[in-house]
């Protein structure tokens, strides 16, 4: 008898349990792309050709278009690209695009955050060759080269600004403006010409510097 007192729940159930557990969902961000694996060479600048990458998101009311900013961690050298919208496949094509060029030493890995505008990530890796990691959740700090950029990109790309009235010459010509403003962290040369630098550095060393 003391076993049919279930009978008396409000449910009638022995077991308060939802009908329908929901899914958890499979991480789109491997665990073998964490931050944590990515070696020291890169973390602490010693290598060149590797870039962190980030969104910059505007004012709702000037709609969906936004920009990606790329920062190659050795130089500062600083991409931005215009964005219709938030979508995976159009803004990962759009960093493939700009960036696969670039012989490989340039272009060796990529940080990004676990925004779903990235998980596309995947594809990169298996069409250009360029490795991807991922900070930590909610850890911007992590990919503090990139937030610096944003921050001095800012000052021509605030929020309020209507980002869908700019063009692609006027974007790079943001970008060339951050490229060739001298640095004190790079002994006062410019980004661009701390990658030129760089650039030709590793390819003298590298038996195959044609692209990958």
Same mark, same amino acid.
């Given at each position: 008898?003391?076993?049919?007192?279930?009978w008396? !729940? *409000? !449910?009638?159930? %022995?077991?308060? @349990?939802?009908?329908?557990?929901?899914k958890?969902?499979?991480?789109?961000? $491997? +665990?073998?792309?964490?931050?944590?694996?990515?070696p020291?060479?890169?973390a602490?600048?010693r290598?060149?050709?590797?870039?962190? =990458?980030? !969104?910059? !998101?505007?004012?709702?009311? +000037?709609?969906?278009?936004?920009? @990606?900013? /790329?920062?190659?961690?050795?130089?500062?050298? @600083?991409?931005?690209?215009?964005?219709?919208?938030?979508?995976?496949?159009? #803004?990962?094509?759009k960093?493939m695009?700009a960036?696969?060029?670039?012989?490989?030493?340039?272009?060796?890995s990529?940080?990004?955050?676990?925004?779903?505008?990235?998980?596309?990530? *995947?594809?990169?890796?298996a069409?250009? =060759?360029?490795?991807?990691?991922?900070?930590?959740?909610?850890?911007?700090?992590?990919k =503090?080269?990139v937030?610096?950029?944003?921050r001095?990109?800012?000052?021509w790309? *605030? +929020? %309020?600004?209507?980002?869908?009235? /700019?063009t $692609?010459?006027?974007?790079? #010509?943001?970008?060339?403006?951050?490229?060739?403003t *001298?640095?004190?962290? /790079?002994?006062?040369?410019?980004?661009?010409?701390?990658?030129?630098?760089?650039?030709?550095?590793?390819?003298g060393?590298?038996p195959?510097?044609? %692209?990958?």
């Amino acid at each position: 008898m003391a076993q049919e007192l279930w009978w008396y !729940l *409000p !449910l009638h159930r %022995k077991n308060r @349990t939802p009908r329908r557990a929901r899914k958890r969902q499979k991480s789109k961000f $491997d +665990r073998d792309v964490s931050i944590l694996f990515r070696p020291d060479d890169v973390a602490h600048r010693r290598e060149f050709g590797h870039w962190e =990458g980030d !969104l910059m !998101l505007f004012e709702q009311k +000037r709609g969906q278009t936004n920009a @990606t900013t /790329l920062v190659e961690r050795v130089s500062r050298f @600083t991409m931005i690209l215009k964005n219709p919208n938030k979508r995976t496949k159009p #803004v990962m094509g759009k960093i493939m695009k700009a960036i696969r060029d670039l012989p490989h030493v340039a272009r060796r890995s990529i940080t990004f955050d676990r925004g779903s505008e990235f998980v596309s990530w *995947p594809q990169m890796q298996a069409k250009i =060759g360029t490795q991807t990691w991922f900070c930590d959740p909610s850890s911007p700090w992590q990919k =503090g080269t990139v937030e610096n950029s944003n921050r001095r990109a800012r000052r021509w790309l *605030p +929020r %309020k600004r209507d980002i869908r009235q /700019l063009t $692609d010459h006027d974007i790079k #010509v943001i970008s060339d403006r951050l490229n060739n403003t *001298p640095r004190k962290c /790079l002994g006062w040369k410019t980004p661009a010409e701390a990658f030129r630098e760089n650039m030709l550095k590793e390819m003298g060393r590298s038996p195959y510097p044609q %692209k990958q």
